[in-house]
């Protein structure tokens, strides 16, 4: 056997570049369970990690703030991952919903795209449409745990979900109870705290004032319209009583349309409004502010009608830039964060979602929050069909958003802006 050729040793920049990465691996032995909200790095190379990208809603503001409650509501249900695969680690991003679809397409260009994506239900179907993430395999035996009106709110065109239901974010009624010792049940008991001089803020927001047409009993006709079935006149007059609930109460000394969201929950933060709609996930936000001032209830009704909440899906999505391991490791997570016991403790623990996985029990005994939030769920499935057909970036919401705002400042009549508004439902999106 002739001499052995010595390995010829690599260059200096290669050198740096392994020493570099040998800091990287040494790093990331010492990192915390879960590593703070910011900018996936890199680092693809990294053995063991899972990258997962959160998504924040335009009426939320991503600050220190966001970027704990996020980690917080995740903590818990990893770290009991982690016992069963001690050798996984999560690294986390959070981006606006209404950018993620850009932000997607740029890292995916790079190769950077993250394993999961834990997002709103519309959004999942955005980036599935655009090729942004994959369809979600899952089993027949492991649909039926979900709502199945949840789920068609997930299908894409082609019928493959778009994401693997996770929580549930309801709408509620948020009050001062320092002021309003009882929260109005009812949209007449609504107007009545107004003239006793309780002011009430609403948000021009659509889907934050959707619960209304639930209680005014325009939601058949609602549903029947955006399917293209002319209303028949009962329907239609339906629909001119929302309207024209919204304009009388737009009269009213004490009720202030705001718009937006954020808007009245600043002034209800400072103590100028006594009474607005709210998400549960805003909760820890008031209550730090309010203290033990901060009342919970569902939405108020009507007469015989139920309010019409949009209870807001939160999926994990797949990302398309795993590697076999990574895609392995995230399907596990997903599986796992949708399982009885992480249900209840991901529930339990934020007080602000609710578990997408129908056959978990909340103890609704014990917690009037979480009483409030299960009836608001339950209001909200009413609305699943129509939310199906129209979603969040449907191209008509900006259309029905100005013809509200025109009514609530008196510039349509109720009947008038009924004629448009079946105009605009039965256009194609």
């Given at each position: 056997?002739?001499?052995?050729?010595?390995?010829?040793?690599?260059?200096?920049?290669?050198?740096?570049?392994?020493?570099?990465?040998?800091?990287?691996?040494?790093?990331?032995?010492?990192?915390?369970?879960?590593?703070?909200?910011?900018?996936?790095?890199?680092?693809?190379?990294?053995?063991?990690?899972?990258?997962?990208?959160?998504?924040?809603?335009?009426?939320?503001?991503?600050?220190?703030?966001?970027?704990?409650?996020?980690?917080?509501?995740?903590?818990?249900?990893?770290?009991?991952?982690?016992?069963?695969?001690?050798?996984?680690?999560?690294?986390?991003?959070?981006?606006?919903?209404?950018?993620?679809?850009?932000?997607?397409?740029?890292?995916?260009?790079?190769?950077?795209?993250?394993?999961?994506?834990?997002?709103?239900?519309?959004?999942?179907?955005?980036?599935?449409?655009?090729?942004?993430?994959?369809?979600?395999?899952?089993?027949?035996?492991?649909?039926?745990?979900?709502?199945?009106?949840?789920?068609?709110?997930?299908?894409?065109?082609?019928?493959?979900?778009?994401?693997?239901?996770?929580?549930?974010?309801?709408?509620?009624?948020?009050?001062?109870?320092?002021?309003?010792?009882?929260?109005?049940?009812?949209?007449?008991?609504?107007?009545?705290?107004?003239?006793?001089?309780?002011?009430?803020g609403l948000s021009m927001d659509f889907y934050y004032l959707f619960w209304i047409v639930g209680s005014t009993g325009a939601l058949p006709a609602m549903d029947r319209t955006v399917l293209g079935q002319p209303p028949n006149p009962a329907e239609r007059?339906?629909?001119?009583?929302?309207?024209?609930?919204?304009?009388?109460?737009?009269?009213?000394?004490?009720?202030?349309?705001?718009?937006?969201?954020?808007?009245?929950?600043?002034?209800?933060?400072?103590?100028?409004?006594?009474?607005?709609?709210?998400?549960?996930?805003?909760?820890?936000?008031?209550?730090?502010?309010?203290?033990?001032?901060?009342?919970?209830?569902?939405?108020?009704?009507?007469?015989?009608?139920?309010?019409?909440?949009?209870?807001?899906?939160?999926?994990?999505?797949?990302?398309?830039?795993?590697?076999?391991?990574?895609?392995?490791?995230?399907?596990?997570?997903?599986?796992?964060?949708?399982?009885?016991?992480?249900?209840?403790?991901?529930?339990?623990?934020?007080?602000?979602?609710?578990?997408?996985?129908?056959?978990?029990?909340?103890?609704?005994?014990?917690?009037?929050?979480?009483?409030?939030?299960?009836?608001?769920?339950?209001?909200?499935?009413?609305?699943?069909?129509?939310?199906?057909?129209?979603?969040?970036?449907?191209?008509?919401?900006?259309?029905?958003?100005?013809?509200?705002?025109?009514?609530?400042?008196?510039?349509?009549?109720?009947?008038?802006?009924?004629?448009?508004?079946?105009?605009?439902?039965?256009?194609?999106?």
């Amino acid at each position: 056997m002739g001499q052995l050729v010595p390995p010829m040793a690599p260059p200096p920049a290669a050198q740096k570049a392994q020493r570099r990465r040998n800091r990287l691996l040494s790093l990331l032995g010492g990192l915390a369970l879960v590593a703070p909200l910011g900018g996936c790095s890199a680092g693809r190379e990294w053995p063991n990690v899972v990258y997962v990208a959160i998504g924040a809603n335009k009426d939320e503001i991503i600050d220190a703030e966001l970027k704990q409650e996020s980690r917080d509501r995740l903590e818990e249900a990893i770290a009991r991952f982690r016992q069963i695969h001690p050798d996984t680690h999560f690294q986390f991003s959070i981006y606006r919903e209404d950018q993620m679809v850009e932000v997607m397409r740029r890292r995916s260009r790079s190769g950077l795209a993250p394993d999961l994506l834990l997002v709103n239900g519309d959004t999942a179907l955005r980036l599935r449409q655009a090729g942004l993430v994959d369809p979600f395999p899952i089993r027949k035996d492991q649909l039926a745990i979900f709502n199945e009106t949840e789920l068609r709110r997930l299908r894409s065109p082609d019928g493959q979900l778009a994401g693997l239901p996770v929580l549930v974010q309801t709408e509620l009624s948020c009050f001062n109870r320092q002021r309003l010792p009882e929260p109005p049940a009812t949209l007449q008991e609504l107007l009545e705290a107004s003239a006793n001089g309780h002011p009430i803020g609403l948000s021009m927001d659509f889907y934050y004032l959707f619960w209304i047409v639930g209680s005014t009993g325009a939601l058949p006709a609602m549903d029947r319209t955006v399917l293209g079935q002319p209303p028949n006149p009962a329907e239609r007059q339906a629909l001119t009583g929302w309207l024209a609930w919204m304009q009388n109460a737009s009269n009213q000394q004490r009720v202030t349309f705001f718009p937006d969201q954020p808007t009245a929950e600043a002034e209800f933060k400072a103590g100028r409004l006594d009474w607005i709609p709210c998400r549960s996930t805003v909760l820890p936000q008031l209550r730090r502010v309010m203290g033990s001032a901060l009342g919970v209830a569902p939405l108020p009704n009507g007469e015989g009608h139920r309010a019409s909440p949009i209870n807001r899906l939160r999926v994990l999505a797949l990302g398309r830039s795993s590697s076999a391991e990574g895609r392995r490791r995230a399907l596990a997570f997903s599986f796992y964060a949708v399982n009885p016991l992480t249900q209840r403790t991901l529930t339990l623990g934020s007080q602000t979602v609710l578990p997408a996985n129908r056959f978990v029990t909340v103890p609704v005994q014990s917690s009037q929050v979480l009483a409030a939030m299960v009836t608001a769920a339950n209001q909200g499935l009413q609305a699943n069909n129509l939310v199906t057909l129209v979603h969040n970036n449907d191209p008509r919401i900006p259309r029905l958003q100005t013809l509200l705002t025109e009514l609530v400042f008196g510039e349509r009549s109720p009947e008038g802006a009924t004629t448009e508004l079946i105009q605009i439902l039965q256009a194609r999106p």
